[in-house]
């Protein structure tokens, strides 16, 4: 490409990424298409030929979506694809979580005024609201998949789904499908704050530990709890109410103690990822996390828990077996 051209190219990469960074869904698209042969190289020379590269190539669309606010320099937008692309593609390959969450991503911010952050916060809360619009089959994968610290492998999904992994990588392509056209959607809709909401899901957390930790878990869950609260493994429901509290009180009694570490809250859908911190006389009592993934009922109560466990365990006791 001549000097010129490649001038050129920058001006328009620029034009079009200042377009995303306002939240033009379809400007963002023309990049990602520009740039695409650029990105799906540098997943081959890392990963090689096979299936990962077009999962990390549409997990790293949907990167880019939350986070096109963050370039610094419009005219680069091209290397902040690839490294992107990069960085999740030698994650893949170490084995380890694939996906940091995106809100974790400590990427330089464009701009620290009270407009920027505006914009960020309502590009943030618009994706939240398309999100919502996702079939709730669809929607439990992706939000895992990309705002979780823990479940984010497709085992882990599998697991909390009660599919295959197959099926996993199947909802996700679909998700990510269907998350365009919903953006395109509810572009002039009413957008939740959802800063707020996960905010009030975090004191909700520390409220129910400490609950549970005066001999309160079970008043608790009556006062803000669905009465028909259920808990599954997989899509099976395995218990209720008294199996949580005595499980609970059973962790409880056994010296274990549950630490929020990370929290994500939509109008349908919230995830506690918890730290379990095993007694100091018995370190492999327990395992050392738990993802707390809750469907909520239209009273915004929850109404459903799945219990999983983002790594690898050698004994499962009490609450912490779902």
């Known amino acids: 490409m001549s000097p010129n051209a490649d001038d050129t190219a920058r001006l328009e990469d620029a034009v079009l990424t200042r377009a995303a960074q306002a939240g033009d869904v379809t400007a ?5 298409e520009r740039h695409r042969a650029g990105m799906r190289a540098v997943a081959l020379s890392i990963l090689g030929p096979g299936p990962d590269v077009d999962d990390v190539l549409q997990d790293a669309a949907v990167t880019a979506l939350r986070r096109v606010g963050d370039v610094r320099d419009p005219a680069a937008i091209g290397p ?107 572009a002039d809709a009413p957008h939740g704050d959802t800063g707020r909401r996960t905010r009030a899901s975090r004191v909700e957390a520390r409220e129910t530990l ?33 199996l949580l509290v005595r499980g609970m009180d059973g962790d409880l009694d056994a010296g274990v103690r549950q630490r929020l570490v990370h929290a994500v809250a939509s109008r349908s859908l919230v995830v506690w990822e918890m730290d379990l911190l095993a007694p100091a006389d018995d370190p492999d009592h327990c395992p050392p996390s738990v993802a707390w993934l809750m469907t909520l009922d239209d009273a915004g109560r929850p109404h459903r828990l799945r219990l999983v466990h983002p790594r690898p365990v050698k004994a499962l006791q009490s609450l912490t077996p779902m």
């Open 28 to 32: 963002l698209g023309l990049l990602l």
């Open 80 to 186: 902040w694809l690839r490294m992107i692309v990069r960085n999740a593609a030698r994650s893949l390959l170490r084995g380890s979580v694939a996906f940091r969450p995106i809100d974790d991503l400590h990427l330089p911010s464009t701009d620290a005024g009270p407009e920027r952050r505006l914009e960020h916060h309502a590009m943030r809360d618009w994706i939240w609201e398309a999100i919502e619009e996702l079939s709730p089959t669809l929607r439990l994968p992706l939000v895992l998949r990309h705002f979780s610290t823990g479940v984010t492998s497709y085992e882990r999904i599998a697991e909390a789904c009660g599919v295959p992994v197959g099926t996993v990588r199947s909802r996700l392509s679909q998700g990510r499908a269907k998350l365009a056209t919903a953006l395109a959607a509810t």
């Open 210 to 242: 400490a609950a549970a930790e005066s001999g309160r878990f079970g008043a608790l869950l009556t006062e803000r709890w669905s009465p028909k609260i259920a808990l599954l493994r997989g899509n099976e429901p395995v218990g209720d109410r008294s």
